[in-house]
């Protein structure tokens, strides 16, 4: 049944109905082996329990699985501990109404599991965290989680191998809690800051004599994650936090690390930190922004991606005064975007870094558009109406303004760009309708109609409803 969800699973659903109610009995077969291949098998099947009403299969299958996490067999905790983490992945928000069910089951697995399933424990929650997010951050819910993942914290020591999850957990939870995660953060920061500053300090004792070894990279880079996770969760209340460590200078070491995941947990948190108090970041940018400069390498995609996702928030808090270091990074830029075969992430995240560079310093940026105008429409034309995209849209709209030759080749993709909008903010609306209206008047109205004669239907009558053109 499980590899029928790979090889045949439209084969597969006319049945389901029967199967799933048949599979979820299967979750108390007295063969403890049974019970562990079922889970597993259920969790392959979790996209379409979802798809259907909740209480006919999910509020079923949901009950058993939290059972079947308690269960007396260790091999059948693993399983079902595991399938309900795919089955949070698929559910998420679905899972709200019940999570107070789900927390009391999670939680009284701490006190039940030993060392290997509290590893599975911890993907558990920090997935349910991620699912559910800031549903999370209720007085009730946080008196039952916190407790235990503090106390195991407590009782693990800066070199054991175990925080790594514990580490991944508390990242997923303090983000999902936001203010929530108020109480705990303090302790959480000063111990995360601690493991990097150990980290490197070992690291650097370990490049000289033959005789040291080298440390695990492994807790700087979870401790950096931690780190991301508070300032996301709780934004300018890490303030204070920042203000009181040395973890911009520590940045600054691990921004120039020989290793790419150490970098690219680096650059997350500086966007992170930037979003969150660019106070503190803004007289290290002359620092860090060289470094950012020369890790926009696209054969590593996750350091490319955070770096160019760092320069971008780091542009809408400088400003004009970004300037100096746009040529640092905007040839870069520019190359990654015209690359063939780039991963959608990264062609995303660079069309916004270029459209935010070119809103806070377009007499810089305006020259190159017509080298980029084109994977710049069609990296933005997919993605969701959110902030990111309206700074970017802003930064275009204002570079055409500068350079409206730069367009003219390309402006069908501009045109199909703007129509993927669905609901801009009035002022960036406008913004549109000036440069429609602009072209349209500029070519006159016999060659308007033709041009836009070569646009698909859905496009001609989304431009002519909402703009008028």
């Given at each position: 049944?499980?590899?029928?969800?790979?090889?045949?699973?439209?084969?597969?659903i006319?049945?389901?109905?029967?199967?799933?109610?048949?599979?979820?009995?299967?979750?108390?077969?007295?063969?403890?082996?049974?019970r562990?291949?079922t889970?597993?098998?259920?969790?392959?099947?979790?996209?379409?329990?979802v798809?259907?009403?909740?209480?006919?299969?999910l509020?079923?299958?949901?009950?058993?699985?939290?059972?079947r996490?308690?269960?007396?067999?260790?091999?059948?905790?693993?399983?079902?501990?595991?399938?309900?983490?795919?089955?949070?992945e698929?559910?998420?928000?679905?899972?709200?109404?019940?999570?107070?069910?789900?927390?009391?089951?999670?939680?009284?697995?701490?006190?039940?599991?030993?060392?290997?399933?509290?590893?599975?424990?911890?993907?558990?929650?920090?997935?349910?965290?991620?699912?559910?997010?800031?549903?999370?951050?209720?007085?009730?819910?946080?008196?039952?989680?916190?407790?235990?993942?503090?106390?195991?914290?407590?009782?693990?020591?800066?070199?054991?191998?175990?925080?790594?999850?514990?580490?991944?957990?508390?990242s997923?939870?303090?983000?999902?809690?936001?203010?929530?995660?108020?109480?705990?953060?303090?302790?959480?920061?000063?111990?995360?800051?601690?493991?990097?500053?150990?980290?490197?300090?070992?690291?650097?004792?370990?490049?000289?004599?033959?005789?040291?070894?080298?440390?695990?990279?492994?807790?700087?880079?979870?401790?950096?994650?931690?780190?991301?996770?508070?300032?996301?969760?709780?934004?300018?209340?890490?303030?204070?936090?920042?203000?009181?460590?040395?973890?911009?200078?520590?940045?600054?070491?691990?921004?120039?690390?020989?290793?790419?995941?150490?970098?690219?947990?680096?650059?997350?948190?500086l966007?992170?930190?930037?979003?969150?108090?660019?106070?503190?970041?803004?007289?290290?940018?002359?620092?860090?922004?060289?470094?950012?400069?020369?890790?926009?390498?696209?054969?590593?995609?996750?350091?490319?991606?955070?770096?160019?996702?760092?320069?971008?928030?780091?542009?809408?808090?400088?400003?004009?005064e970004?300037?100096p270091?746009?040529?640092?990074?905007?040839?870069?830029l520019?190359?990654?975007?015209?690359?063939?075969?780039?991963?959608?992430?990264?062609?995303?995240?660079?069309?916004?870094?270029?459209?935010?560079?070119?809103?806070?310093?377009?007499?810089?940026?305006?020259?190159?558009?017509?080298?980029?105008?084109?994977?710049?429409?069609?990296?933005?034309?997919?993605?969701?109406?959110?902030?990111?995209?309206?700074?970017?849209?802003?930064?275009?709209?204002?570079?055409?303004s500068?350079?409206?030759?730069?367009?003219?080749?390309?402006?069908?993709f501009?045109?199909?760009?703007?129509?993927?909008?669905?609901?801009?903010?009035?002022?960036?609306?406008?913004?549109?309708?000036?440069?429609?209206?602009?072209?349209?008047?500029?070519?006159?109205?016999e060659?308007?109609?033709?041009?836009?004669?070569?646009f698909?239907?859905?496009?001609?009558?989304?431009?002519?409803?909402?703009?008028?053109?």
């Open positions: 049944l499980c590899v029928c969800v790979y090889c045949c699973m439209q084969g597969m006319p049945y389901l109905p029967e199967l799933i109610p048949h599979l979820v009995q299967c979750l108390s077969d007295k063969k403890a082996l049974v562990s291949i889970c597993w098998t259920l969790s392959r099947y979790a996209h379409w329990v798809s259907q009403p909740p209480d006919t299969y509020k079923p299958l949901m009950t058993e699985l939290l059972k996490i308690l269960d007396s067999n260790k091999r059948v905790q693993e399983a079902a501990c595991s399938a309900f983490a795919t089955l949070e698929e559910a998420c928000t679905e899972l709200v109404p019940y999570l107070a069910f789900i927390l009391d089951t999670l939680v009284f697995a701490f006190s039940k599991y030993q060392h290997k399933n509290l590893l599975i424990l911890y993907d558990a929650i920090g997935t349910l965290a991620d699912s559910v997010g800031h549903h999370l951050n209720k007085p009730e819910y946080i008196q039952m989680l916190m407790p235990p993942l503090i106390q195991k914290w407590n009782q693990l020591k800066d070199e054991d191998k175990d925080l790594f999850p514990l580490l991944e957990c508390l997923s939870v303090a983000t999902a809690l936001q203010s929530g995660f108020l109480p705990y953060c303090e302790p959480v920061y000063q111990r995360c800051v601690n493991l990097v500053q150990k980290t490197l300090a070992q690291a650097m004792v370990s490049s000289q004599p033959d005789q040291y070894e080298a440390p695990d990279k492994d807790f700087m880079i979870v401790a950096l994650d931690l780190l991301s996770g508070l300032a996301e969760g709780l934004g300018n209340t890490i303030e204070q936090l920042v203000a009181r460590s040395n973890i911009l200078t520590l940045m600054y070491q691990c921004m120039q690390d020989k290793m790419p995941e150490v970098r690219q947990s680096s650059f997350a948190l966007g992170d930190l930037t979003k969150a108090c660019f106070q503190h970041v803004k007289p290290c940018i002359a620092d860090f922004m060289p470094i950012l400069g020369t890790n926009l390498n696209p054969e590593l995609i996750s350091v490319c991606n955070n770096a160019t996702w760092a320069i971008g928030e780091i542009s809408i808090q400088m400003g004009p970004m300037q270091y746009i040529a640092m990074v905007l040839h870069q520019v190359e990654i975007i015209n690359r063939p075969n780039t991963p959608k992430t990264l062609l995303e995240n660079t069309a916004i870094t270029i459209g935010r560079l070119g809103y806070v310093c377009p007499q810089e940026v305006a020259p190159m558009l017509q080298q980029f105008i084109r994977p710049w429409c069609t990296s933005l034309r997919n993605i969701r109406d959110n902030e990111e995209k309206d700074s970017a849209f802003r930064g275009i709209c204002t570079m055409i500068v350079n409206p030759g730069g367009v003219v080749q390309d402006f069908i501009f045109c199909d760009a703007v129509a993927s909008w669905v609901n801009p903010k009035d002022d960036l609306r406008d913004m549109f309708c000036k440069i429609l209206h602009g072209f349209k008047n500029q070519v006159g109205e060659n308007w109609r033709r041009f836009s004669d070569q698909p239907m859905p496009l001609k009558e989304r431009l002519a409803t909402f703009y008028g053109v």
